[in-house]
């Protein structure tokens, strides 16, 4: 399959999993752009994100302690981890990590693991947990996290933050990093948290209204792949409105990638290249403003 087919496949694929398109339409046109319904079925295979996918941190890596734990908000669980020496030495800042439209999966498990072998106490919550907890099946999970309060969700995240700060084990800084719908929370996030949060890292998020720029006090970096129309008809008033309003703003564009080109677990749309360069920038930024 030529490489034109294969972005149209991915926007899309885009187009069903953010703007609501129906899936019969959906498959109905990946039959037409593929050929035929096995090819469309393999092409949908390889942009969507795979559940076997290996982790880039084992869930049993010695180095590291985890465990799903019930957060002192309603309902709400979340998957925590931290290096184990943490346990008797030494204080961490915490970072909260937002999932996708899937949900708390695999990966961003391996997320936020990664985030502890890099000196953080990593939490990353459920929050369709009011809804039921994330289902397996990613077109029900999407279906759950649409029908949310985010305006409930991310007020239970503003709590989050301000016992994060309070943690006797921690430095009293925290950071929050979202992915795709996570992004977009991170973002509201920062306008509803204010000085709670210390720093904010934004992957391909959907923006607020500028207006809310001014609300802002955590120093942001924004990630957006070249190729993401959709969030960067948001993304670009929303930077143009922080840094008017003096904020401190990072923006980094990687050229010729796809949303979600961060996701290990979605071949066709990951990129290895964009997703390693951003995951260092992310990690200077979260070790400059949180110590």
């Known amino acids: 399959m030529d490489d034109t087919t294969r972005q149209q496949a991915i926007l899309l694929y885009d187009r069903f999993t953010h703007d609501g398109m ?19 079925e ?16 084992a869930p049993d890596d010695k180095r590291l302690k985890t465990a799903t734990v019930d957060l002192p908000l309603p309902g709400i669980p979340a998957y925590r981890a931290y290096t184990a020496e943490l346990r008797t030495s ?3 800042p915490s970072v909260v990590v937002i999932h996708e439209n899937r949900g708390l999966n695999e990966h961003i498990r391996d997320i ?18 009011p809804a039921g907890g994330t289902p397996a099946n990613e077109d029900q ?5 649409g029908k949310l309060n985010l305006a409930d969700s991310v007020g239970h995240a503003v709590r989050h933050l301000e016992l994060l700060r309070q943690r006797k084990r921690g430095t009293g800084k925290v950071g929050a990093v979202g992915f795709c719908w996570g992004g977009a929370f991170v973002n509201r996030l920062a306008v509803a948290a204010g000085d709670t949060l210390d720093a904010a890292v934004v992957y391909y998020g959907p923006a607020p209204d500028p207006s809310e720029a ?10 957006l792949a070249g190729l993401d129309q ?3 008809q948001t993304a670009f008033p929303w930077i143009t409105a922080l840094r008017a309003a003096g904020k401190k703003v990072i923006y980094q564009d990687y050229p ?23 995951w260092r920038r992310t990690l200077a930024f979260f070790h400059r403003y949180l110590g």
């Open 214 to 223: 001014a609300k802002v006090q955590a120093p942001m970096l924004i990630h």
């Open 112 to 129: 936020a693991r990664r985030l502890a072998l890099a000196g953080f106490h990593a939490v990353a919550p459920d929050f369709l947990s």
């Open 22 to 40: 129906e899936r019969r339409a959906f498959m109905a046109e990946m039959v037409r752009l593929a050929g035929s319904v096995a090819a469309a």
């Open 141 to 145: 999970a999407r279906d759950m996290i």
């Open 230 to 232: 959709r969030v960067a």
């Open 42 to 57: 393999l092409l949908v295979a390889g942009i969507a994100a795979s559940p076997a996918a290996a982790a880039v941190v």
């Open 90 to 92: 030494g204080r961490r």
């Open 256 to 278: 010729n990638t796809n949303h979600a080109f961060n996701n290990d677990t979605a071949a066709d749309r990951y990129n290895k290249a964009a997703a390693e360069l951003a």
